[in-house]
Every structure is written in structure tokens, then in C-alpha cells.
């Protein structure tokens, strides 16, 4: 009944920049939090970066500065600006959204997407 569908990863050299994007579809009601989180192989999954409804964003450690987070509440997206991507950056990027459906209001909801690779080449 929700589908959250990302696109923009890809290959890309240590220093550059990518762009991911997610977009929710379906049955929403509303959005509380949307995010990316990543995986690498023989990782567990981490969060990389979340933003609230009210626009308040959390990012880990390892990628403030490098990275922005934005959505457009209207649309149901989220982004993900990654800049001077580094090798560790390597891992599927998955899109994440906290929400609430219109035939069961006031209960919420995690969904992810099936994932985007991203691959930082040194």
C-alpha cells in the first residue's frame, strides 16, 4: 500500500558528489520523518540521515558537513545532496518514512525502500 522508490546512486570517484532521491507513493496519510540509512557489505545498516516534518534533521558522525539532507513534504520526497564522497561512503543507500496511512490513522508506520548502490571508487 506504500512504495518508497529511490533513484541516483551509481559509480562515482573519491571527492565528487551524488544526488540520491526518494519519492513515498500510496495510501499516506502524512510523513513524520523520512531518512536514508545505509548498508555496507558484511555491515549492519546505519542511519546516515533523517528530517523531521518540521524540517529538524539528524545526520551520523561520519557524514555531517558532506553531506544535506531535504524533502519537500508536499511531494513526499527526500533527498540526499552527498558531496567529497569518500570510499567508506560505499553501500546501498536505503530511503526510510515514518508515516501514518489513511485507513489507520494515528498508527505509525516504517517503510524502506529496496535500496540504491552507491560505490565511491578511491
Known amino acids: 500500500q506504500v512504495q518508497l522508490v529511490e533513484s541516483g546512486g551509481g559509480l562515482v570517484q573519491a571527492g565528487g558528489s551524488l544526488r540520491l532521491s526518494c519519492a513515498a507513493s500510496?495510501?499516506?496519510?502524512?510523513?513524520?520523518?523520512m531518512g536514508w540509512y545505509r548498508q555496507a557489505p558484511g555491515k549492519q545498516r546505519e542511519l546516515v540521515a533523517t528530517?523531521?516534518?518540521?524540517?529538524?534533521?539528524n545526520y551520523a558522525d561520519s557524514v555531517k558537513g558532506r553531506f544535506t539532507i531535504s524533502r519537500d513534504s508536499a511531494k513526499n520526497t527526500v533527498s540526499l545532496q552527498m558531496a567529497s564522497l569518500k570510499p567508506e561512503d560505499t553501500a546501498v543507500y536505503h530511503c526510510?518514512?515514518?508515516?501514518?496511512?489513511?485507513?489507520?490513522?494515528?498508527?505509525?508506520?516504517?517503510?524502506w525502500g529496496q535500496g540504491t548502490q552507491v560505490t565511491v571508487s578511491s
Open positions: 526510510y518514512a515514518n508515516l501514518e496511512m489513511i485507513s489507520r490513522r494515528n498508527v505509525q508506520y516504517n517503510y
Open positions: 500510496g495510501s499516506i496519510f502524512s510523513i513524520n520523518t
Open positions: 528530517i523531521t516534518n518540521g524540517g529538524n534533521t
